[in-house]
């Protein structure tokens, strides 16, 4: 999956869908428990980075200013349409994973008042993941196709760039009774 961010960081909520056919069948009943999902994010065009592709997700480094910086990008798996991002929490339904990568500076202060030099910036960065082993156990149940969604927020280390998310899925093959798949088919008619 590709997604582009703007000028400014800045993605709204988009999805890719992953065609889950070949390992599910309605009329037989059977469909796949979402075990793991792995997301890696990588940037072909790295200008830092351009023999590994590896995404150098540390924003901070490039932005300490007077003000301070914050900066957010998000990928879920799930199997319902969310129109923003922001409405999608680890309750939510239909949602089998959430990762959250963040990174944030304080202002910048060299105690002359003001100034924008970098004496005394402190930077955080965090990757949050819960996955299917957090908040599905057992395996997350699916009967129709994946969606995988992103968003991002004032990213401005890859502005008006191209990130491309690479997704494993580790999962079985199961059998779902016919109430389930009922209510499962139900849900999909969301999408």
């Known amino acids: 999956m590709e997604f582009d961010l703007d000028a400014g960081g800045n993605r709204t909520t988009v999805y890719g869908r992953i065609d889950l056919s070949s390992y599910i069948s309605v009329s037989q009943k059977k469909g796949l428990a979402i075990k793991q999902i792995f997301f890696q994010v990588r940037e072909q065009s790295s200008t830092k980075l351009p023999n590994t592709g590896v995404w150098d997700w540390m924003v901070a480094d490039e932005l300490a200013d007077l003000n301070g910086h914050t900066a957010a990008l998000k990928l879920v798996a799930c199997t319902r349409a969310y129109e923003n991002m922001s409405d999608i929490g680890i309750a939510s339904p239909d949602v089998i994973c959430i990762r959250e990568y963040g990174s944030m500076t304080s ?76 209510d499962m088919l139900s849900q999909a008619q969301d999408l």
């Open 107 to 182: 202002p910048t202060d060299d105690g002359a008042g003001g100034s924008t030099a970098t004496v005394g910036t402190s930077y955080a960065y965090t990757d949050r993941y819960y996955g299917p082993l957090d908040l599905h156990p057992e395996g997350y149940t699916v009967v129709s196709d994946l969606l995988i969604g992103c968003a991002a927020d004032a990213w401005l280390a890859n502005s008006d760039d191209t990130l491309e998310v690479d997704v494993l899925i580790i999962a079985e093959e199961v059998k779902v009774t016919q109430d389930r798949m009922n």
